[in-house]
């Protein structure tokens, strides 16, 4: 990609010629949970905020695959003499490692991509403005925004070009963006 489009990645910032483009993470509110009222209250909120776009905006919707190894190495960290709590910590170990390999749990993630064609110096300054005015305006609706930084960018674009992939998460280097078929089983190794 960085040759082909000449696609950059610096300071949670996405270049490609002269666009520059930023990446949020949205939360989510369970929104058949609420009364009427709330509902029309965050319809209106989330309305403004619509109405209060300006510039190049884009909405990203994935479906990931559970990672449960965060959880999976915490359960193994903790030390523990009971043999029956041993068999539970086992269990749930087990459970969570074929949750994982199955892929039968997935998440919704949703993104906002803000952009603004430009130089770069006026490109921090506008895309750090619309940021904070959508944060602002999301939170009115109880939603959270969380700016991607360069690793999560990295992280997203890999998922995106390699969906029937099962890493979860990547470590490597920021060429490394498409990885061939014989280099996936190699790092599976």
Not at 10 to 30: K, Q, T
Not at 48 to 69: K, M
Not at 159 to 175: C, D, H, P, T, Y
Request: include cysteine; hydrophobic fraction near 35%.
């Amino acid at each position: 990609l960085k040759d082909i489009l000449g696609l950059k990645i610096n300071n949670s910032m996405i270049n490609i010629e002269n666009r520059y483009s930023c990446i949020l993470r949205m939360g989510s509110i369970d929104y058949n949970m609420m009364s009427e009222s709330e509902q029309e209250t965050i319809e209106n909120v989330l309305m403004q905020t619509a109405l209060s776009f300006d510039g190049f905006i884009q909405f990203l919707t994935t479906t990931e695959n559970i990672d449960t190894n965060e959880v999976i190495n915490d359960i193994t960290k903790s030390k523990s003499i009971n043999i029956q709590i041993r068999n539970c910590k086992d269990n749930l170990i087990n459970f969570l490692t074929s949750m994982m390999e199955n892929m039968d749990t997935s998440i919704n993630r949703n993104y906002i991509v803000l952009s603004y064609d430009g130089l770069y110096e006026d490109a921090i300054k506008e895309l750090n403005r619309r940021i904070a005015n959508l944060k602002t305006s999301l939170s009115r609706a109880k939603i959270q925004c969380e700016l991607l930084n360069d690793e999560d960018i990295y992280n997203l674009l890999y998922k995106e070009l390699n969906k029937n992939s099962n890493i979860i998460k990547m470590n490597f280097r920021k060429e490394e963006l498409y990885v061939n078929q014989k280099e996936k089983i190699k790092r599976r190794k």
